[in-house]
């Protein structure tokens, strides 16, 4: 091994400065006595609502005067790395965990060691396996998300005196709580009978055309909304999982020479698929607020440390509904909503 | 199959020695002619599955042959079927590269960012996001070739580092295709052909094709690639500047990767951070399914495309069939083992 001597030498100085920054990270992080330490754990680091909720939290954080550690999964079901973030906050002692868990089931061991410690826990956005393990759950309500535009979809084609001929943009095969809910509440929303509110699919309504799955990503949505074209070219109404979903749809309705005669709707209220519902590419959008279910979270927990109370559920929900609006440029008579202008303003917040 | 000559061991069948007599002794089968013609032409497996993929979903889906369907598989192929031209390559060196998604959701971001967001020209945001791809290629193949390391383990780790430099510089956020120059949505434009609606994203991905297929079986440097790949000591031995030959194949793959971002733009319209974060993994099985060698130096780069294209037609098949997703899975994971298998089997060809 006569090589390159260099690459070695630069690999251990990598090497090196990595070990004395991570070094130098810990040694500002952790509680002291007195102050309040409240922990973030979100599902990644990639997705734009995590990123957004994050900056909730930080800037509830500053707000109070509290300290914030922030961690996050590696990918999307990565329940390791959140253990390993709860064991650590255990550690540092912090007051409250806020997490967002990518294994509802398997994190429950770690949060009932991080409450028998005497911390708060509130679930984000998705709620435990069983849901008592925490202390909280802030969510949006997704059943209701998806109502919202069914019944705005309904209404709408009410007043256009068509019948909808509907396709199903939904997330991946593995008929996860979120993707339930946001498709069944459509699909109440709009007037179908569901079947069972747990099952996608199992409906047999001849205005559905079809499901196909998108991952949550703008190729996906186009690529599922071509072959449903394909099978049906009558569609005129989408439904779909999430925002960058809608934008490919809307590519693929677009390359079809329909995208005029079709009406797309969507879950989330990020600030692109706002300014999608401005420009008429999107219907209508159920808008969360991630910003807002962060800085609560971090809000309960300072009450926490201050009184030792933990948040109640919002009346008749299991949950802390954080709020959903129906953000459209064309209301429509009893459903209320906001417009595409109030929805900029209040994107993701 | 039972004539082979690596046991000694006499059987209540035996064997003559395997000579050329012995070859005459039984006169090959059907199945041994198919055998060896499909070692002798490494296409014929690919285009056979693709065509009998085709047949069976004409008379299974209705509108599957309808030019506008068949035009949209071919868009639908574009973007894994360009990443899957450079994985070709690294393949074909006995190398696997599990950053060609990373490496060009970053592409793509660089490419968008650049236009939407800095005012650059749209021309030369495109030069600097294939320099971009050329640049992580390199990356790669200096530490496959300089540091020795095994390229699994090399793109294992940078998927990681392209992938943490695509959500910096994205900032997590989509950059949206009206805010960026039309030369980098340019590959979404549509051809109309008889029916067909061919967008340019699709005929570059043929291009390329085209062009690779021309380097690898018609010049000195495709030659030294394949025998790289076969076999990399007796290449360097019969004097193939081996390291050299690596570092080209990761730069040339990085580049098509970037096409592939280029192409990806044209198709959401749009340039996402979270965009083919799992085209590793379909990459691959494209280049599986074209019958090139997980092994190193045997494939065309023909079959790949074939490859990319099988899976289209059947997501596409079943889609219009209404077979749920599930299946789809389950019918492209089926696919992926019988090609390996068949391509075992061909290795054994009696010569």
Redesign the interface.
């Known amino acids: 091994m006569t090589?390159?001597p260099w690459?070695?030498r630069a690999?251990a100085a990598a090497a090196g400065t990595g070990l004395a920054l991570s070094l130098a990270a810990c040694s500002d992080a952790g509680a002291e006595d007195g102050e309040v330490l409240v922990g973030l754990i979100t599902k990644t680091?990639?997705?734009?609502f995590f990123?957004k909720m994050k900056e909730g939290a930080e800037e509830a954080a500053d707000e109070h005067g509290v300290t914030l550690q922030s961690f996050s999964g590696d990918y999307d079901g990565d329940n390791e790395s959140q253990v390993q973030a709860v064991e650590n906050l255990i550690a540092a002692g912090a007051d409250g965990i806020l997490i967002t868990p990518n294994d509802s089931e398997a994190i429950v061991p770690a949060l009932d060691q991080a409450r028998a410690a005497g911390i708060m826990v509130i679930a984000l956005d998705t709620p435990t396996e069983p849901q008592d393990a925490v202390d909280a759950t802030f969510a949006t309500d997704n059943f209701l998300a998806g109502e919202y535009i069914g019944q705005w979809a309904a209404a709408h084609f009410e007043a256009e005196g068509v019948d909808p001929r509907v396709a199903m943009l939904d997330l991946?095969?593995n008929q996860i709580a979120v993707d339930v809910a946001r498709d069944q509440g459509f699909l109440q929303g709009l007037g179908v009978d569901i079947a069972d509110p747990g099952q996608i699919?199992d409906e047999d309504d001849d205005r559905i055309v079809?499901h196909?799955?998108t991952?949550?990503?703008?190729?996906g949505g186009?690529?599922?909304m071509?072959?449903?074209l394909?099978?049906d070219p009558d569609i005129n109404l989408v439904y779909t999982i999430n925002e960058?979903a809608a934008?490919?749809a809307y590519?693929a309705l677009n390359?079809a020479g329909v995208a005029e005669d079709v009406v797309i709707v969507s879950v989330d209220g990020g600030c692109?698929g706002v300014?999608n519902v401005g420009s008429g590419i999107l219907g209508a959008t159920s808008m969360q607020f991630p910003l807002d279910m962060a800085a609560q979270g971090v809000d309960a927990v300072v009450e926490y440390a201050a009184s030792g109370e933990t948040p109640e559920p919002t009346e008749g929900l299991d949950f802390v509904n954080t709020g959903v609006e129906l953000i459209t440029d064309q209301p429509m008579d009893g459903v209320e909503s906001q417009d595409s202008a109030w929805g900029l303003d209040n994107c993701w917040g | 199959m039972t004539t082979s000559n690596t046991s000694r061991v006499p059987t209540s069948d035996p064997q003559p020695p395997p000579t050329v007599l012995a070859e005459d002794v039984r006169p090959p089968t059907l199945v041994d002619r198919a055998q060896r013609l499909l070692h002798a032409q490494a296409t014929l497996g690919p285009a056979g599955v693709l065509l009998l993929t085709i047949v069976a979903f004409s008379v299974i889906a209705p509108?599957f042959l309808?030019p506008?369907?068949i035009s949209?598989i071919l868009?639908?192929t574009a973007?894994i079927g360009t990443l899957a031209l450079g994985q070709t390559l690294i393949i074909l060196t006995m190398g696997i590269d599990l950053s060609v998604g990373s490496i060009m959701v970053l592409c793509s971001i660089v490419m968008g960012r650049l236009s939407a967001d800095f005012g650059v020209p749209g021309p030369l945001a495109l030069l600097v996001g294939l320099a971009c791809g050329m640049a992580c290629g390199l990356f790669n193949g200096v530490l496959v070739t300089?540091?020795?390391l095994p390229p699994f383990i090399v793109t294992l780790g940078s998927l990681n580092i392209f992938?943490a430099l695509n959500?910096w510089f994205s900032?997590?956020?989509?950059v949206?295709g009206t805010d960026m120059s039309p030369v980098l949505m340019w590959t979404?434009q549509?051809l109309t052909v008889g029916g067909m609606?061919l967008t340019y994203g699709s005929l570059l991905m043929l291009a390329i094709c085209g062009l690779l297929a021309y380097a690898l079986h018609r010049t000195r440097w495709g030659r030294h690639v394949y025998a790289t790949g076969d076999d990399r000591e007796a290449a360097r031995l019969a004097g193939v500047r081996v390291n050299r030959i690596l570092l080209s194949v990761y730069a040339v793959a990085g580049l098509v990767y970037a096409v592939g971002a280029w192409i990806?733009i044209g198709?959401?319209?749009?340039a996402?951070?979270?965009?083919?974060?799992?085209d590793n993994l379909d990459s691959i099985t494209a280049v599986v399914l074209g019958g090139t060698s997980l092994f190193g130096g045997r494939g065309l780069i023909i079959g790949t495309v074939m490859g990319a294209l099988i899976v289209g037609v059947c997501?596409?098949g079943l889609?219009?069939a209404?077979v749920?997703?599930?299946w789809q899975?389950f019918a492209v994971g089926v696919l992926v083992i019988l090609a390996v298998s068949l391509d075992q089997w061909i290795r054994k060809a009696r010569r």
Do not use: C, W, Y
């Open positions: 090589h390159a690459t070695r690999l680091e990639t997705n734009p990123v991946n095969p699919g079809g196909d799955v991952e949550g990503a703008e190729e186009r690529t599922a071509e072959n449903l394909q099978r960058p934008a490919g590519e390359a692109p300014e | 509108n309808a506008t369907n949209l868009q639908q973007v300089r540091v020795k992938f959500l900032r997590s956020e989509t949206r979404g549509v609606r990806l198709r959401i319209a749009s996402s951070p979270q965009a083919g974060v799992m997501r596409n889609s219009l209404g749920d997703v599930l899975n």
